[in-house]
């Protein structure tokens, strides 16, 4: 292996510790706890675990998690409520809604119904509006992209001035992603499923952000020598010699690409646990902007 790898759980320790440290100092000061409300409709499995896993980070990290769950038939109506009496709520900081929502509501009209100052997902339009605007800021940085930039600038890589390669062009990843590279100067190429000669694009990149979900589709020959790799992808590959029958593996062919890159992310244990470290410094700062500092 050349590359070297980026601990993304070790870095997301690190947060969550600086992050549990700032609400230990605020509740020590007398100030409330920051509050978390999490919104999940209907059943998925796994949009349960996610709302789960970020309950339980709340509640180490010192902070409050309020859990709201509607039926999967919840009207727009029930969900809009909601989130409206979310808004009102001192005691709630930041609101989660887990995506995606069932098809038969508008995710648009609900996400856009959270107040920005309680927005720590990140996907109103109103902050993603700001984040795609030259000298403009956005209260909160979505997730998982805020994450994939942490990693690069805890790894000391370059970003200004570098070219930069993203796959994908998701609201909630991709595109995301491209914005923040490019206010941070670097040159940005977005690939999405028409994008002609992938291989060849991916090769001009000294940094990728790959956020495809196809399971290691990025070979080590599309790899630029000394690129930095973050691997967004989650999927599920057979592997009999697991008691669950898979194993977690990214859109790229981790060993292939580790024999190529500079820097890269393994799945799991890159991207994934900085999702969560990011939601629980956005909700911190939230808690801070309500409170006027
Ligand atoms: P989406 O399905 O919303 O978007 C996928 C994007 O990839 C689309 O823009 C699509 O193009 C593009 N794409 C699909 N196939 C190809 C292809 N063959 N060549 C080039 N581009 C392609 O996915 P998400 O952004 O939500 O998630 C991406 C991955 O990241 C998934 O594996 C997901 O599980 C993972 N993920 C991980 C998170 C974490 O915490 N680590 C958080 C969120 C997601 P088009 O727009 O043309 O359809």
Same mark, same amino acid.
């Given at each position: 292996?050349?590359?070297? #790898?980026?601990?993304?759980?070790?870095?997301?320790?690190?947060?969550?510790?600086?992050?549990?440290?700032?609400?230990?100092?605020?509740?020590?000061?007398?100030?409330?706890? +920051?509050?978390?409300?999490?919104?999940?409709?209907?059943?998925?499995?796994?949009?349960?675990?996610?709302?789960?896993?970020?309950?339980?980070?709340?509640?180490?990290?010192?902070?409050?998690?309020?859990?709201?769950?509607? +039926?999967?038939?919840?009207?727009?109506?029930? /969900?809009?409520?909601?989130?409206? !009496?979310?808004?009102?709520?001192?005691?709630? *900081?930041? =609101?989660?809604?887990?995506?995606?929502?069932?098809?038969?509501?508008?995710?648009?009209?609900?996400?856009?119904?959270?107040?920005?100052?309680?927005?720590?997902?990140?996907?109103?339009?109103?902050? =993603?509006? @700001?984040?795609?605007?030259?000298?403009?800021?956005?209260?909160?940085?979505?997730?998982?992209?805020?994450?994939? =930039?942490?990693?690069?600038?805890?790894?000391? /890589?370059? $970003?200004?001035?570098?070219?930069?390669?993203? #796959?994908?062009?998701?609201?909630?990843?991709?595109?995301?992603?491209?914005?923040?590279? $490019?206010?941070? *100067?670097?040159?940005?190429?977005?690939?999405?499923?028409?994008?002609?000669?992938?291989?060849?694009?991916?090769?001009?990149?000294?940094?990728?952000?790959?956020? =495809?979900?196809? %399971?290691?589709?990025?070979?080590?020959?599309?790899?630029? +020598?000394?690129?930095?790799?973050?691997?967004?992808?989650?999927?599920?590959?057979?592997?009999?010699? !697991?008691?669950?029958?898979?194993?977690?593996?990214?859109? /790229?062919?981790?060993?292939?690409?580790?024999?190529?890159?500079?820097? $890269?992310?393994?799945? +799991?244990?890159?991207?994934?646990? %900085?999702?969560?470290? %990011?939601?629980?410094?956005?909700? #911190? @700062?939230?808690?801070?902007?309500?409170?006027?500092?």
């Amino acid at each position: 292996m050349t590359a070297q #790898l980026i601990d993304g759980k070790l870095i997301a320790q690190q947060v969550r510790d600086a992050v549990a440290v700032e609400v230990a100092k605020r509740t020590a000061a007398g100030k409330p706890k +920051p509050g978390l409300a999490t919104v999940l409709v209907g059943d998925r499995v796994d949009s349960a675990t996610y709302v789960a896993s970020k309950q339980k980070a709340c509640q180490e990290l010192g902070m409050d998690s309020f859990h709201n769950q509607l +039926p999967g038939d919840a009207t727009q109506e029930q /969900v809009e409520a909601l989130v409206k !009496r979310l808004n009102a709520d001192p005691k709630v *900081n930041g =609101i989660l809604v887990q995506l995606p929502l069932p098809s038969h509501l508008n995710e648009e009209r609900v996400l856009q119904l959270i107040n920005i100052e309680k927005d720590v997902d990140g996907f109103s339009p109103i902050n =993603i509006g @700001r984040l795609a605007q030259k000298g403009r800021d956005p209260l909160f940085v979505p997730c998982t992209p805020y994450g994939c =930039i942490y990693l690069l600038e805890q790894a000391g /890589v370059k $970003i200004e001035g570098a070219n930069a390669v993203v #796959l994908g062009r998701s609201n909630i990843v991709g595109m995301p992603a491209a914005l923040l590279l $490019i206010g941070k *100067n670097a040159t940005v190429t977005v690939c999405h499923s028409r994008t002609r000669d992938l291989p060849g694009v991916v090769r001009q990149a000294d940094i990728l952000i790959a956020a =495809i979900g196809k %399971m290691e589709m990025v070979r080590g020959d599309w790899i630029k +020598p000394g690129a930095a790799v973050i691997d967004v992808g989650i999927n599920s590959k057979p592997d009999a010699t !697991r008691k669950s029958g898979y194993r977690l593996v990214g859109d /790229v062919n981790f060993d292939e690409a580790k024999e190529v890159a500079g820097f $890269i992310t393994p799945v +799991p244990g890159g991207v994934g646990p %900085m999702t969560i470290a %990011m939601l629980m410094k956005n909700t #911190l @700062r939230a808690a801070q902007i309500q409170q006027g500092e």
